[in-house]
């Protein structure tokens, strides 16, 4: 036996003079325990240390330490440099210490004292305040793992650096390297999850102190505040585990989310203000005058909603493992959307494909959706989390396929959901396979000239060295992307999409001919240019009428906004164009400022249906001159409704024989190139390369 009960390790890096104060403090705590017979060695760790502080550790007296043991290496990871000390310690308790803080006197007798009563227990403990000065003061009050509560634990640290643990427990569950790349962070944090896991309770010595020495861009600083970073995964997180540690741990005892004021208490406690004097003996910037205008709270203060989200999926999925994860905004009436629930229900038709759709941004209530395909699991994190942790569903996207989708292949679509995940954690993809859907690029038009707006291609270009795979609805598309940022050279691939079939057959109707223009009310489908063309229609007495179909799913939109136009009949939104009572007289009208390959023409081109259309994005790839009555784009709006003034006068004077003409033309190409059967063929040809991609190594 080596007689020693308690060995302090103290991690140095480049701490210089602030050692002094720290060095001082941990001889303090240590006389107050050898007065109770409890005997403690230093164990310093320096890691990487510059020479002046090497010089001052070596040269410092340390008389009146039991022993003291001095080891230098050169992991540069605070995790492996903890448990370098601990394996070289030799006493039966561990003690965790920073270099540049202090503590209070009765630290080890305090923390000693809990593990002594526990009688063996499973347990960790914690010291009751953290005393914040320097750059910045506060002071934090502590609670045990029950009163705090699993679900405060899987959303942020509730807990610090600074503990004391039995040796051979951390020898067991030792500290993890959390110090390389740019995703994961907070040794202390992980390791406390997965003592949790070993089934260690977390426990709170009454009235100890560590006073923290607030620097910039400490760890300390971010508690209760939004965590750049995330704590790495472990087994706390997988799903069956999470489930079985909230049912196994009394949830009766967790205190709400409220503000506990202890203020008062602390700064009037005479034992307290007693350890707060003997610290200002030894650091003057520790007194208790300092506190008065400072923030006091605690770490049941933390909100419980993300843990609670996170029991949620876990009960939602529970032992799935997904070999495919999409996400997307939401599921909207789009045709961004729609083409990939189409891809989608197309892939799980391979039995070896299990896929998982998450959403990550709200959509009104009063907003028509899209059913899921069978067989699909979708989790909206929107509707799961509590509305005040919206700011985390990335964070927790990355958790469930951390935990759910380990392997995944990993599907996405530009939005501000998919933005912020890429922003902050770009790196998680970096071992993932990657695929973007790519439909189009938007627009814009300031003084008669289009401008593209660079959004999607600086989300490309941005993230270039992540995004393996590129799809897109149409060709043309990826062609323009390969020419401004070559590194997609031979990783896109132009898959068109099927329209699903479409049984009403077209009305018979002896009347006029008339325009049906159905699509979203946003301003991308530019209902302001529909007026336009109304009014034009009107001025030169083109007696048709337009039947407009549609909602706004982006924007807002008045229907009476056409109220002025006497030639259209607002019809209100609709569900897909087979529920538009279309007959034989009738041309589709599209209008768009900018699109892909829109899935409103593919249903049209499959109705057999003769459409008037622009010929932005993927248009010309369906429709041409022969096959439909093409408008070429323009800036200038007045030109731009001549155009179509001239494409809608020439559908109102064409013989029936050249409409059907243009009609058959265009359905036999979108046979050829649209037809269900083909498409499933392509999306299997995808999964090949996407697989011979990753067999290459370059994904």
Excluded at 9 to 30: F, G, I, K
Excluded at 318 to 323: A, I
Excluded at 515 to 523: E, M, T, Y
Excluded at 599 to 607: D, F, G, K, R, Y
Aim: with cysteine.
């Amino acid at each position: 036996m080596s007689g020693i009960d308690v060995s302090l390790v103290l991690n140095v890096h480049r701490e210089q003079d602030l050692l002094y104060p720290t060095l001082r403090s941990l001889l303090d705590t240590v006389l107050h325990a050898q007065l109770h017979e409890i005997k403690s060695e230093l164990v310093i760790v320096t890691d990487h240390a510059d020479e002046r502080t090497l010089t001052l550790l070596q040269n410092y007296d340390y008389t009146g330490f039991d022993a003291v043991r001095l080891e230098k290496i050169e992991v540069r990871s605070l995790g492996l440099a903890r448990n370098h000390g601990i394996e070289v310690a030799v006493g039966e308790y561990i003690l965790t210490a920073d270099a540049d803080d202090l503590v209070s006197r009765n630290f080890i007798y305090e923390l000693y004292q809990v593990h002594q009563a526990a009688q063996n227990k499973k347990i960790v403990v914690f010291p009751e305040y953290y005393h914040s000065f320097g750059d910045g003061s506060y002071v934090c009050r502590f609670y045990s793992l029950d009163q705090v509560g699993l679900y405060r634990m899987a959303g942020e640290h509730p807990y610090v650096s600074r503990f004391m643990a039995r040796r051979a427990d951390l020898l067991s569950v030792p500290y993890r390297d959390c110090s390389s790349g740019t995703l994961y962070a907070y040794e202390d944090y992980d390791i406390n999850l997965r003592l949790i896991c070993a089934g260690f309770d977390l426990l709170v010595a009454p009235d100890t102190i560590v006073f923290y020495r607030q620097r910039t861009g400490s760890i300390m600083a971010s508690l209760g505040r939004e965590q750049k970073l995330m704590v790495s995964n472990s087994a706390f997180f997988e799903g069956s585990e999470f489930l079985k540690l909230l049912q196994h741990r009394v949830q009766g005892a967790v205190l709400p989310q409220i503000h506990i004021d202890f203020k008062k208490f602390y700064m009037e406690s005479l034992y307290l203000r007693e350890l707060v004097h003997q610290a200002n003996l030894i650091e003057p910037e520790i007194h208790p005058d300092s506190l008065r205008a400072v923030q006091f709270f605690t770490n049941v203060g933390i909100s419980q909603g993300f843990g609670q989200a996170y029991e949620k999926v876990c009960k939602a999925i529970q032992e799935k493992h997904y070999t495919d994860v999409f996400f997307l905004p939401f599921l909207s009436k789009g045709g961004g959307e729609k083409y990939v629930l189409n891809f989608i229900e197309t892939a799980i038709k391979d039995g070896s494909r299990s896929c998982l759709l998450i959403l990550g941004q709200q959509l009104c209530h009063s907003k028509e959706r899209y059913q899921s395909p069978e067989g699909l699991d979708v989790l909206d994190l929107h509707e799961i989390l509590d509305e005040h942790e919206a700011v985390r569903i990335p964070e927790l996207a990355i958790r469930v396929i951390e935990n759910f989708a380990t392997d995944a292949r990993v599907f996405m679509k530009l939005c501000p959901f998919c933005e912020s995940v890429m922003k902050v954690y770009a790196e998680f993809f970096k071992t993932r396979q990657l695929v973007y859907f790519y439909f189009c690029s938007a627009y814009y038009i300031m003084d008669g000239v289009i401008y593209g707006d660079g959004g999607e291609y600086r989300f490309l270009s941005n993230y270039r060295n992540y995004i393996d795979y590129v799809i897109s609805d149409h060709a043309l598309n990826l062609k323009q992307l390969e020419y401004r940022i070559p590194a997609y050279q031979g990783r896109t691939e132009a898959l068109y999409t099927y329209s699903q079939p479409v049984s009403h057959p077209l009305q018979h109707n002896d009347g006029p001919r008339r325009l049906i223009w159905a699509s979203r009310l946003d301003a991308q489908k530019r209902p302001d240019l529909l007026h336009k063309i109304s009014v034009a229609l009107q001025a030169e007495n083109i007696a048709t009428k337009i039947y407009v179909y549609g909602s706004p799913v982006l924007d807002h939109f008045e229907p009476e906004y056409f109220d002025d136009c006497p030639n259209v009949v607002y019809k209100g939104g609709f569900s897909g164009l087979g529920s538009i009572p279309f007959t034989n007289k009738d041309a589709f009208l599209y209008t768009s400022l900018f699109d892909g390959l829109p899935n409103v023409l593919l249903e049209a081109a499959q109705m057999q249906i003769p459409i008037i259309t622009i010929d932005v994005g993927g248009v010309p790839e369906l429709i041409q001159e022969k096959s439909g009555f093409l408008v070429h784009n323009c800036a200038d709006d007045v030109e731009l409704v001549a155009r179509y003034v001239t494409k809608i006068k020439e559908f109102l004077n064409a013989s029936e024989t050249e409409i059907q003409k243009k009609v058959d033309c265009l359905h036999q190409h979108f046979e050829q190139q649209h037809a269900q059967s083909i498409y499933n063929v392509r999306v299997a040809a995808v999964y090949a390369r996407l697989e011979e991609q990753l067999a290459k190594g370059d994904a």
